[in-house]
């Protein structure tokens, strides 16, 4: 039973160690030098966060031209060089650093990092071999970086963790060495005993050295300010970096966030806790993606070699096509040649019978001493033919085929500029987003375009979600995907939200980046969709309504200047009115119009069917006890109590402005305090059961004016037009319907 206990305990501390040793030496890749592949040795942080050993970062300054010192050097050391084995000798008197730092800053030798020759300070670049960037590390070079206390303490347990038998000998002792016993911070050496006896006598400064365990690595007992060997006590938070008591005067540090050291370590300590226990809580988190990872990188492996083999398909299938068309190119040139070349050899016959010695011309001759004459025309006749023609040749000669090619010339420059365009196919860039026709209304409308140098996109991707105002959580996205055309229509959207929009283009190459983000607000009630009403009520002589009743304008005519005229004898001036032809009675409603900013005087807004139907019977004017001109509004409010609502509520618009009175007097005087520019659309939205209307800029959705009105019966959407003026209805983006207009040939979305 013991020895099963015993056997149970030794494996599971081989196992312990096995975890041990396996996380130590996972850490290794932490504990190496960027620039030596090896343990840091005195490893310097630089600004970049990186870290790099004393003598590498020498190493790497010598190379770029700076001068720096030599980092092994170890004045106060008796180990450092053989002479200092006597204590004598390692009492030397050494240079104090205020008077070494005083003779730099005087110009009498460099400080470590400094450019050769240079006579003013300059400021040291150090290529950082981590980050592959420019680090700046100011005039003092590195000497003003802090010694990685910490790395150096984790490299030196690494180190005894895999070398747990290996002893630390004493650096003094005559062949054959002994056991080192005990370590000195001030020395930066290891002794046994009686060495250290030796070197740190009585009755000296040495002895007052506190021993510590022997080591091969020595650093100071605390981390000391690289300027002003002054223990760092302060943390700056504004340059992020450790001070000490005379830093922290300076005027470098002047208006910083200076916290103590202690605060600074806590506040580390526990976002690195926190972040590690979630690291360690999320191994599982962790495995999966190591798993999907893996998985993509044997995807890549395949789907890397399956674009290769289709590239070169492709490429052998040019290749083909080449040599074919290479083989019947050839083969119409030789079949040229070979007939130019029958064509000059015939006629090279025909002019060598024409030589004294050919055949031709000796027969002629003995033709000619024929005396028998009838058989001399016959046989003359036919020679005598032949003599013509060659007579014929040798008086025009001329090539029976040139020997000139160059109509087989060939024009590959358009062949070439494709070849050299040969590309893979990029993905569409990220498209534009058309903010003047973009809009939100009944549903969204939704315009983008390609930039101008983009490849093109077989088709798009609208993604769509509503934003949390409460911050609770993000809404998951909805997609709508094969889109065609640059336009889309994004339905069964909530009232009053705000809704974040994206696109993407695809095509062969897959799918682009995305556009940036658009945010639409949509309207705070459901809209409500009216004609005007062209049946009764307007006058037909100043107001012209569309064939579609969505807008009407006002035309002034003969009328109008009528009543000009008559202005000087106190005559009034009419107000022509027209309404929907819908009356609300329940709910809320909102609707949207433009307006003609050239429009003298309109107002749009809500009134009760009954003080309409009552206002077409008797038509009101400018001076009306119902028109007050100083509140910039229509309230009707002076036929009832003032408890009670008005029977209508207009807003006024004119000349590119609307009239804000902010419940108070208007006058003449401060024109700019009560007017506001005319946007692109005016909003209106009448919630009946409160009794309510409120006008929007229907763009933002920035309210413009509230105020109350009489819903104790229907009530109708009424715009009023005093002198020349125009408006239409907003249309529903249902109704909006896609053009299609053919360019070229090819049907095109508008």
């Known amino acids: 039973m013991a020895e099963g206990e015993d056997l149970q305990t030794f494996t599971s501390i081989?196992?312990?160690?096995?975890?041990?040793?396996?996380?130590?030496?996972?850490?290794?890749?932490?504990?190496?030098?960027?620039?030596?592949?090896?343990?840091?040795?005195?490893?310097?942080?630089?600004?970049?966060?990186?870290?790099?050993?004393?003598?590498?970062?020498?190493?790497?300054?010598?190379?770029?031209?700076?001068?720096?010192?030599?980092?092994?050097?170890?004045?106060?050391s008796p180990a450092a060089t053989p002479a200092t084995r006597s204590p004598r000798l390692g009492r030397r008197a050494v240079p104090k650093p205020d008077r070494l730092?005083?003779?730099?800053?005087?110009?009498?030798?460099?400080?470590?990092?400094?450019?050769?020759?240079?006579?003013?300070?300059?400021?040291?670049?150090?290529?950082c071999p981590a980050c592959q960037r420019d680090v700046d590390l100011g005039e003092r070079g590195l000497g003003s970086l802090f010694r990685n206390l910490t790395l150096e303490r984790v490299v030196e347990r690494y180190r005894q963790t895999i070398n747990i038998s290996a002893a630390i000998m004493c650096q003094f002792c005559k062949p054959p060495q002994l056991e080192a016993t005990k370590g000195c911070t001030e020395c930066k050496s290891s002794f046994c005993n009686e060495c250290f006896k030796l070197y740190h006598p009585w009755g000296t400064q040495?002895?007052?050295?506190?021993?510590?365990?022997?080591?091969?690595?020595?650093?100071?007992?605390?981390?000391?300010?690289?300027?002003?060997?002054?223990?760092?006590?302060?943390?700056?938070?504004?340059?992020?970096?450790?001070?000490?008591?005379?830093?922290?005067?300076?005027?470098?540090?002047?208006?910083?966030?200076?916290?103590?050291?202690?605060?600074?370590?806590?506040?580390?300590?526990?976002?690195?806790?926190?972040?590690?226990?979630?690291?360690?809580?999320?191994?599982?988190?962790?495995?999966?993606?190591?798993?999907?990872?893996?998985?993509?990188?044997?995807?890549?492996?395949?789907?890397?070699?399956?674009?290769?083999?289709?590239?070169?398909?492709?490429?052998?299938?040019?290749?083909?096509?080449?040599?074919?068309?290479?083989?019947?190119?050839?083969?119409?040139?030789?079949e040229c040649q070979q007939e130019r070349l029958a064509s000059l050899h015939c006629q090279i016959q025909e002019h060598q019978a024409m030589l004294e010695n050919s055949g031709m011309v000796g027969y002629a001759q003995e033709v000619l001493k024929e005396t028998d004459h009838p058989c001399f025309v016959q046989a003359a006749k036919q020679l005598h033919n032949r003599i013509l023609r060659a007579t014929d040749s040798l008086q025009s000669f001329r090539p029976a085929a040139t020997a000139s090619f160059s109509h087989f010339q060939l024009d590959v420059s358009r062949e070439l500029k494709l070849l050299t365009d040969l590309a893979f196919i990029r993905a569409p860039e990220a498209p534009v987003i058309d903010t003047q026709r973009t809009y939100a209304y009944d549903q969204i409308f939704l315009c983008w375009r390609l930039p101008q140098h983009s490849p093109p996109a077989w088709h798009y991707t609208v993604e769509y979600r509503k934003t949390d105002a409460k911050g609770k959580g993000l809404k998951l996205w909805q997609r709508r995907e094969e889109v065609r055309g640059t336009s889309a229509l994004v339905e069964y959207l909530d009232t009053d939200s705000v809704y974040v929009l994206r696109v993407k283009g695809c095509n062969k190459a897959g799918f682009g980046e995305y556009s940036e983000d658009i945010y639409l607000h949509t309207p705070p009630a459901p809209v409500l969709n009216f004609f005007l009403d062209n049946r009764w009520g307007f006058n037909r002589d100043r107001l012209a309504i569309s064939k579609d009743q969505r807008a009407v304008r006002s035309v002034p005519g003969i009328p109008m200047l009528f009543a000009a005229e008559?202005?000087?004898?106190?005559?009034?001036?009419?107000?022509?009115?027209?309404?929907?032809?819908?009356?609300?009675?329940?709910?809320?409603?909102?609707?949207?119009?433009?307006?003609?900013?050239?429009?003298?005087?309109?107002?749009?807004?809500?009134?009760?069917?009954?003080?309409?139907?009552?206002?077409?019977?008797?038509?009101?004017?400018?001076?009306?006890?119902?028109?007050?001109?100083?509140?910039?509004?229509?309230?009707?409010?002076?036929?009832?109590?003032?408890?009670?609502?008005?029977?209508?509520?207009?807003?006024?618009?004119?000349?590119?402005?609307?009239?804000?009175?902010?419940?108070?007097?208007?006058?003449?005087?401060?024109?700019?305090?009560?007017?506001?520019?005319?946007?692109?659309?005016i909003g209106i939205c009448l919630d009946y059961e409160q009794g309510k209307v409120s006008f929007y800029d229907a763009v933002s959705f920035r309210e413009l004016w509230e105020c109350g009105v009489d819903c104790s019966g229907p009530v109708c959407p009424a715009f009023c037009f005093i002198g020349g003026g125009a408006l239409h209805l907003q249309e529903l983006v249902a109704n909006k319907q896609e053009r299609k207009v053919t360019i070229g040939g090819f049907a095109k979305l508008d």
């Open 566 to 681: 008559r202005l000087m004898t106190s005559c009034h001036l009419s107000i022509d009115l027209v309404i929907g032809d819908v009356a609300i009675t329940q709910g809320k409603s909102y609707w949207a119009c433009c307006v003609d900013p050239s429009s003298y005087l309109v107002k749009v807004g809500v009134g009760l069917e009954s003080k309409l139907q009552e206002w077409f019977q008797v038509p009101q004017d400018v001076v009306s006890p119902r028109y007050d001109p100083d509140s910039g509004h229509d309230s009707g409010a002076e036929d009832t109590t003032v408890e009670a609502p008005p029977p209508y509520a207009f807003l006024t618009i004119g000349m590119g402005k609307i009239l804000l009175s902010h419940g108070s007097a208007l006058t003449s005087r401060d024109p700019n305090g009560c007017t506001v520019p005319l946007p692109p659309r």
């Open 14 to 76: 081989m196992d312990a160690l096995v975890r041990i040793s396996t996380s130590m030496k996972n850490m290794e890749r932490e504990l190496v030098c960027p620039v030596c592949k090896e343990m840091y040795k005195q490893p310097l942080a630089l600004p970049c966060t990186h870290n790099v050993c004393h003598v590498c970062a020498s190493e790497v300054l010598l190379q770029h031209g700076y001068l720096c010192c030599d980092p092994t050097s170890e004045p106060s």
């Open 206 to 334: 040495k002895a007052q050295h506190e021993p510590t365990p022997p080591t091969l690595t020595f650093r100071p007992k605390g981390l000391m300010c690289p300027e002003h060997k002054e223990e760092v006590t302060h943390y700056c938070k504004t340059c992020q970096r450790l001070v000490c008591q005379l830093c922290r005067v300076r005027r470098t540090h002047t208006s910083h966030k200076i916290t103590p050291v202690l605060s600074a370590y806590q506040a580390l300590r526990e976002k690195l806790t926190k972040s590690l226990a979630y690291i360690l809580s999320s191994q599982d988190t962790v495995q999966t993606q190591i798993a999907e990872l893996e998985e993509t990188v044997k995807h890549t492996e395949v789907n890397g070699s399956q674009a290769k083999e289709e590239v070169s398909q492709l490429i052998q299938g040019l290749c083909t096509m080449l040599e074919e068309k290479q083989a019947t190119l050839l083969q119409a040139i030789e």
């Open 101 to 127: 730092d005083r003779l730099l800053k005087s110009g009498f030798g460099t400080y470590p990092g400094r450019k050769r020759g240079t006579v003013h300070p300059q400021t040291v670049s150090f290529p």
